[in-house]
């Protein structure tokens, strides 16, 4: 889990159940202190593989279908506290 744009990262405790192949449920603790962040989640399978950022991707695949896209995905959060999809 990352808070500020994939800056860094931090470890997320993930929820049952836990099964291959399949979309895991996680927690992360984050303190927001009122201004925009950028949130993102990254996946680590289980021979060490980790989730491409979307420039990752894009250089390897393209951009051209979205069939198999499975780059981050990048939360903004605004001053307001509302979240937007955003391209990090």
Do not use: C
């Not at 808070?3 to 979309?23: E, M, V, Y």
């Not at 984050?30 to 989640?41: H, K, N, T, Y």
């Not at 695949?61 to 896209?69: A, K, N, P, Q, T």
């Amino acid at each position: 889990m990352s808070a500020d744009g994939g800056r860094s990262w931090a470890p997320a405790a993930l929820q049952g159940p836990i099964l291959p192949k399949a979309p895991v449920r996680f927690r992360a603790a984050w303190q927001w202190d009122g201004g925009p962040a950028v949130l993102q989640s990254r996946a680590t399978d289980d021979t060490g593989m980790v989730q491409p950022t979307r420039v990752q991707f894009a250089d390897e695949r393209g951009l051209r279908g979205v069939y198999h896209y499975n780059a981050i995905a990048s939360w903004r959060i605004d001053e307001m506290g509302e979240a937007s999809n955003v391209y990090a």
